[in-house]
């Protein structure tokens, strides 16, 4: 089949192309050898006047051109394929897979061991890879690269259309402090808070967060004695130390550290964090990924 010089084969080769970054990888996913992958690739750069794909140390990155073709691309080769085929409903149980998860820190903490559970209980034959990320925007960058097909997380930025998002998964903040310490047998007003050295979690390095525009909405500042990135860690940095912290309430539940803290509601009021189902508008429909979805669906809803 051939329009205007366009094989469509060579679009079957994009698409590969795009989700692996990768000319042996791509060749080997719709079974072609890695020269005819590389003609493929030429032909699509002299047909399209586009580079489409430069190599680098992390192998090929895709231009503007590319990009803005990826999407269409896929959607039409998907619609070509449940016209041509059909599409066959997913069977868990017979199921060789391996599926990409984009989760920050949170999911994966609480979410990730219920989901593998439920995964293998149903579907023993799939694989689940997971990639972290930090910043909110950079799951719709992995889910436009094909890099992963669903992620959890705080929903992006600025909404977009090719991205689906549900929330899934809430939770409130808690402020924590040792039980031995006498805050722990005062109660925690404001005062007592604010007289507290306090710890932060902020994965990208800044020093300021939620409860700090808090306080400061009421000319207040807090004394910060440690910033790090990750939030685990924090309950037994404060069960063993006259730190303070202010967290959400699922990490201190399930920390080792649990029976040597105690919990109380934050001084200041502060937004409840809801977490979202995020994925890529392509892959809406396709049923193995709509049995993922709902994999992560029901462990959140069980929590």
Known sequence: ???????????????????????TRAAAQIGVSQPAMSA??????????DPLFIRSANGLLPTARARDLADPIAQALRQIETTLVGTRAFAPGEAALTVNVGLSDYPAFVLLPAL???????????????????????????????????AVGVPP???ESRILTRPILRDEFVTIVAST???????????????????????????????DQ????????????????????????VARTTMTATLMKRVALNSPAIDKLALFP????????????????????DSAQQWLRAQIESVAAAL
Not at 1 to 23: K, S, T
Not at 40 to 49: D, F, N, P, Q
């Open 181 to 211: 310490q006498p805050a722990a047998r005062r109660g925690m007003n404001m005062a007592t808070y604010l007289s507290l050295s306090h710890a932060l979690v902020s994965p990208e390095g800044q020093r300021h967060g939620l409860v």
């Open 157 to 159: 930025t600025h909404p």
């Open 214 to 237: 808090a306080l400061a909405q009421q000319g207040k500042q807090r004394k910060l004695a440690l910033t790090l990135p990750q939030m685990f860690a924090v309950p037994a940095v």
């Open 116 to 150: 593998l559970e439920a995964v293998a209980q149903e579907a023993p034959g799939m694989a689940i890879n997971v990639q972290a990320f930090n910043d909110r925007d950079d799951a719709v960058d992995l889910l436009d690269a094909g890099a992963i097909d669903v």
């Open 1 to 23: 089949m051939d329009f205007h010089g366009i094989d469509l084969n060579l679009l079957v080769a994009f698409d590969a192309l795009m989700r692996e970054r990768n000319v």
């Open 40 to 49: 493929a690739l030429s032909r699509l750069r002299t047909l399209l006047g």
């Open 266 to 285: 934050p001084p200041i009021a502060l937004p409840e964090i809801v977490f979202h189902l995020i994925w890529h508008r392509r892959t809406d429909g």
